[in-house]
């Protein structure tokens, strides 16, 4: 009797999600820490991803002078970042570094890719060492970043030259086992909110559960695909295993956009988000009428996870599919 009760604690606490409570210890929360040199990018990328902040706007951010930290707390995503100024060092040992690399679940390491990053990648081999040998189980990943900025064939250039360079340097440090993942990203498009959902599903312990009930979930409503998305940011926490087409992430971004935005004018707003439990959204697109997403009504009633879905009746390419607000988008994003 006791032990099946103990299975069930074990079980109850494996799949609960997120901390309800804001009150819980800070301590409890994994970390994602954004590194780079300076004026690199790090606060942007927080600031657009977690704040709303336009991407224009961020030419005006304020250098940051001390370590910033912020929490975001949803019904999947329960972490904290903490932003390291370019010119300070996170292995100072006035800075605890043990303590913070302890519980650090994801290390970001920003590249200006429009700059030269020869120092920036010897200072990011450096750290990632130090920081794998505290702790073993982080992430590491590497934003190649500004990347709005190059061209098609530059990008992937830039891309492979990170790559090999971060690898030869681990080596003459003498680190064999570091894994580390590369993203090419810009605030001017959709590639930073679709690395940040990267990043976020790696410290998600329910990630293959959730996979598997979505695809259970498409099988069952003749859906082609269907994401589990945090609306506030628009990182995907989940999506189900086929592959994610960029064009169809981007569509589902668009639609939320125009969902919060609505709601924003007609929602209740009773607990100080706009698209609450009672709301739900269907758009039809009007040229692809075969095309419907869906945000289905809040998963857990106090946070802002939602499911959306795209469906269609029949299997089509949509990669050249743009929404009127796709369109709209990619203008307010254009540089
Ligand atoms: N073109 C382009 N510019 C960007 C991008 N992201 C950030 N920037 C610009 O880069 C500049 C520096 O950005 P910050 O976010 O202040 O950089 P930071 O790394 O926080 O800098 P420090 O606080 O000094 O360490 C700003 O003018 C941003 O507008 C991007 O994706 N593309």
Known sequence: MSDNSDVEVEDEEEYKYGLQDDSEPQDTRPTVVLMGQKRSGKTSIRKVVFQKMSPNETMFVESTARITK?????????????????QMCPFDHTLDPVNTFKKCGALLFIIDAQDDYTDAIRKMADYFAKAYRINSKIKFEVFVHKADGLTEENRVETKFEVYHAV?????????????????????????????????????????????????????GSNVTKSFLFDISSKIYVATDSLPVEMSIYELCCDMIDVTLDISSIYGSGEYGIPFDEHSAAVIKLKKTESWSFYSAKSIDSWHSSRLCAVRTSKSRDISNTTSPVSRRASKKYST
Not at 70 to 86: K, L, M, Y
């Open 167 to 219: 690898k030869e340097e681990l080596k003459e440090l003498g680190i064999k086992d570091l894994q580390v993942t590369y993203h090419l990203t810009s605030i001017y498009d959709h590639s930073i909110f679709e690395a940040f959902s990267k990043v976020v599903q790696n410290l998600v312990r329910q990630l293959p559960t959730l996979e598997r009930l979505l695809d259970i979930f498409n099988q």
């Open 70 to 86: 912020d929490t975001v707390c949803s019904s999947f995503i329960n972490f904290e970042t903490i932003e390291f100024p370019g």
